[in-house]
Every structure is written in C-alpha cells, then in structure tokens.
C-alpha cells in the first residue's frame, strides 16, 4: 500500500514537470553548473583571444535596495555579496563616495586597464617596429640599386638661394625637436619589453625619467615648428598639373637622365609636406590630451561624429562608444599617439635618406639654404626659372612651361 501512494505521487510530479502542450522546453542554462560563474567555454576562448560575452558578470550586481543596513552586517552584504561588490567597481556601476573631487577619482577598478596594455605591448609594438624595419630595408635595397642620386651635369660653382632663414629656422625647430620626441618615445615604449631586460631597471629609471621630461617639453617645440613650416611652405605645395606629370615618371627616382620639371616643391615632397601636416596636427592633439590628463578629452566626441556620418556601421564596426570614462580616453589618446608615432617616423627616416646621402646637393637646401645651379636646373627646373627668369639650359624629360 505504501509502495503503491508511493510511485503515485512520483506519477503526479513527473505530470507536473512535463511542459503544457505547444509550450517548449527551455534551454539548459550552461552557466547552472557554476552558480551563474563562467563556465570552461568562456575560459579557452578568452585564452584563445576571441570576445567573451561577459554580460552574465557585468549585468550580475545583485540587488543593493536589497542589502542590509551597515549596522545589521555581519560579515555580509545582504542582498549583495562580496563578488557582486566587486563585478560593480569593475564595471564602474558600484555607488561611490570619494574624498576627492579630482576627475577619474571614483575609478577604483578600471576594466580596460589589460585590453590597452595589452595592445600597447602586443600589435602596437610589433607591427610599428615591422614598419620602422621595412622602411629601413626598402631605403637599403633601394640605395643598392639606385646608388646616390648624383647632379647629371657640371657644377657651376654658382648658387642659388633655395631657403631663407626663416624656413630653414622653421624646418630645423620641427626636424630636431621630433628626433628628441622620436627617441624618447621609442625608449618609452621599449622599455619594459627590450631596455629593462638588457640594460637593468636601475640604469633606465633616469633615462625614462629624463626621457618623459624631453618628451613633455619638446613637443612645444615641435608644434611650433609645425606651424612655421605650415605658414611659410603650404602656398607651395598646393598641387597643380605639373605633379602628375613628374608622378608619372616617378620624378626620374628610378632612372638616369629624367628630370621632370617641378616648382619650388615637386609631386613628392608635396606628399611628404602633408604627410607632416596631417600627422603632425594629430599627433599634437594626441599629445595635448595627453599632456592636460582629463581636460582635453578627444574620442567621445569624434565617435559621436563619426557615427553620425554612418562610416563605422557600413564598416561593419557598428555604433561606436560616445560614452567614455576618464581612463578610457587617455588609453585610447596613448594608443592613437603610438599609431601615428610610428607611421611619421617611417615618413621621416624616408625623408632624411633623400635629404641627404640619398640624392647630393639635397641638404645644402635646407643646410646653407644655397644649392648649386645645375642642381636647381634639374631638378626644379619650373622654379629655377621663376626664380632668375632664364631658361633651365639642359635637358630634361620634358620642355619646361
């Protein structure tokens, strides 16, 4: 008899956990085997690098209208517990009060702390040094094919004024101050992974130190010199009819005897002049950001912008984040100042092969400011002649205009 009520009422509850008709059964919850916890799936594919959905922990912050008055606390939260307190500093959802009033002072965890240094040390680092090596290797081939682009004709002993004081003061502010900013850097953030390793953490603390000072304080220089260059040369390198020409030939770069005719500045110096404007502007805004820590947030605002031109959703990016803490935006103005760091010093190390044992008579230009006649003949045979009212007298891959 007892048996018999006994396999009833197991009946009756195994009626009740069936589901009604046309109602589905509902999906086993993959996370009930760990409490609500991240379960081994989510651990192999973070180790693997691929994007976890972490909204079971961000989203898991208890109920705090729910949690015990301090005084009735023993040891516990009440309705939250000690890993819900602390899912809420991460995620920065956690209801603080602080002493100071300085901005960022309410971040006590900052959850993309490992994801910026980790790109700092990963992908920035890396592909920046492949770039800075390629270019390197390319100029050096380039010189075993080329050899030294050498002034065809004769010298005439006769020189002609290529840059005043002005802009040679201008190009040498900017030119110096960003090979200080460019070593500094590197130093910076070769430290941890190459420096320390080789040299010892007592020997670079005073190069770091002394390096973050130079740094700081040569920037000014170098947007100042920026500026100049821009007032001074941008008249010049606006872009005219002769540039495709002199493009089409790869201005006579890679051939002996082609001088196509050029301005004051041909196709290529063009490219690298606003090269330097594009980048340099950016870089100092980077930099300013960087210098004033907190007060000149960027990347809110240019998301914001962005967004509203639809660019990062056909992209495939989707919507980009208009809200971003204090930390977020001096790691993402750190990351973009890296960036861009390596691709101007890329540009430059190019720049500073032609400008002087790439191509002869080239840094008299900027050195003397007066570069020999025959060289201003062949290779900016349109300004020699605006310059003096002559015909450049030599042959070229075509008549001047």
């Known amino acids: 008899m007892i048996l018999r009520r006994f396999l009833t009422v197991l009946a009756a509850i195994a009626v009740l956990a069936l589901p009604a008709p046309g109602q589905e059964t509902p999906p086993p919850d993959p996370r009930a085997a760990t409490g ?82 980790a790109f700092r040390e990963g992908p920035l680092l890396h592909y920046g040094s492949y770039l800075l090596l390629a270019m390197i290797a390319i100029l050096v081939l380039f010189y075993i094919v080329r050899g030294k682009i050498r002034i065809e004709g004769e010298h005439t002993g006769e020189t002609i004024t290529r840059f005043n004081a002005v802009e040679r003061f201008g190009h040498w502010l900017m030119a110096g101050s960003f090979i200080v900013l460019a070593l500094t850097g590197l130093a910076m953030i070769f ?17 770091a130190a002394a390096g973050k000072w130079a740094h700081n304080n040569f920037a000014w220089a170098f947007m100042i010199g920026l500026a100049l260059v821009i007032v001074v040369w941008i008249g010049h390198n606006i872009p005219n009819r002769h540039d495709l020409k002199w493009l089409a030939v790869g201005g006579g770069l890679f051939s002996k005897g082609v001088h196509p005719p050029a301005r004051k500045f041909n196709a290529g110096q063009k490219i690298v002049f606003w090269a330097v404007v594009v980048l340099g502007l950016s870089i100092s805004l980077s930099g300013l950001s960087l210098l004033f820590p907190f007060e000149l947030p960027m990347f809110a605002k240019t ?99």
């Open 303 to 401: 998301f914001a912008i962005l967004n509203g031109t639809g660019l990062p959703q056909a992209l495939g990016f989707g919507e980009l984040p208009t809200v971003l803490g204090p930390h977020q935006e001096m790691q993402l103005a750190q990351a973009w100042h890296g960036i861009v760091a390596f691709l101007f010093m890329a540009i430059i190390i190019a720049h500073i092969y032609l400008g002087t044992v790439g191509m002869e008579g080239a840094f008299d230009a900027v050195g003397t400011g007066e570069v020999d006649v025959q060289w201003a003949r062949e290779h900016h045979a349109l300004w020699y002649e605006e310059v003096t009212g002559k015909a450049p007298g030599h042959s070229s891959a075509e008549p001047a205009e």
């Open 191 to 207: 430290g941890r992974v190459a420096l320390i390793p080789l040299f010892g953490k007592e020997a670079y603390a005073p190069v």
């Open 36 to 117: 609500g916890g991240q379960t081994l799936e989510d651990i192999l594919a973070r180790q693997q690098g691929l994007k976890v959905d972490d909204s079971f922990r961000r989203d898991a912050l208890g109920d705090p209208d729910a949690a015990a008055a301090p005084s009735d606390q023993l040891g516990t939260l009440g309705g939250v517990s000690d890993p819900e307190l602390w899912r809420a500093l991460r995620y920065g959802a956690a209801d603080l009060t602080v002493s100071t009033r300085m901005p960022g002072s309410e971040v006590v965890i900052q959850d993309g702390g490992m994801r910026w240094l």
